[in-house]
């Protein structure tokens, strides 16, 4: 069974709790556990399986790194400051949306994680601009 040998030996490194460190290592290679049934619902990213076209790969592969990576800023809780738990829920089922496949539901998951990561980034820089100014008073 998988006991998280390198977890522990990080946490002896980072002085730190193993479990605690073990359990942010699940958190951010979660988004790892997904990939093989991404695998199942778009062919297309084996790049050679069928005859898939060329387009059709590589947007098959965008869609695919892009929700792989928006999961992993879910789990993570961090895009440019720390997530609140609306945003990651948001992030992770625009995730989970992109996984499946059909353009609909691309579109779905493209203005589901857009709005979420727009609406992190103008409230981060209001967030800063007013913290600016208060300081300069």
Do not use: M
Request: charged content about 10%.
């Amino acid at each position: 069974p998988p006991v998280a040998l390198a977890a522990y030996a990080a946490a002896t490194l980072a002085k730190d709790h193993p479990v605690k460190v073990a359990i942010w290592a699940c958190r951010l290679g979660f988004s790892a556990f997904i990939v093989p049934f991404l695998i199942i619902y778009r062919s297309s990213i084996l790049l050679g399986h069928g005859s898939s076209s060329l387009t059709t790969v590589v947007y098959d592969v965008v869609i695919a790194f892009l929700a792989t990576y928006v999961i992993a800023i879910a789990f993570s809780g961090y895009l440019r400051r720390g997530l609140k738990l609306f945003e990651r829920i948001l992030l992770i089922v625009g995730g989970i949306i992109l996984y499946v496949p059909g353009t609909l539901y691309d579109l779905i998951g493209l203005l589901i994680v857009s709005l979420t990561v727009l609406t992190h980034i103008l409230t981060t820089s209001r967030f800063r601009r007013y913290n600016l100014q208060l300081q300069l008073r």
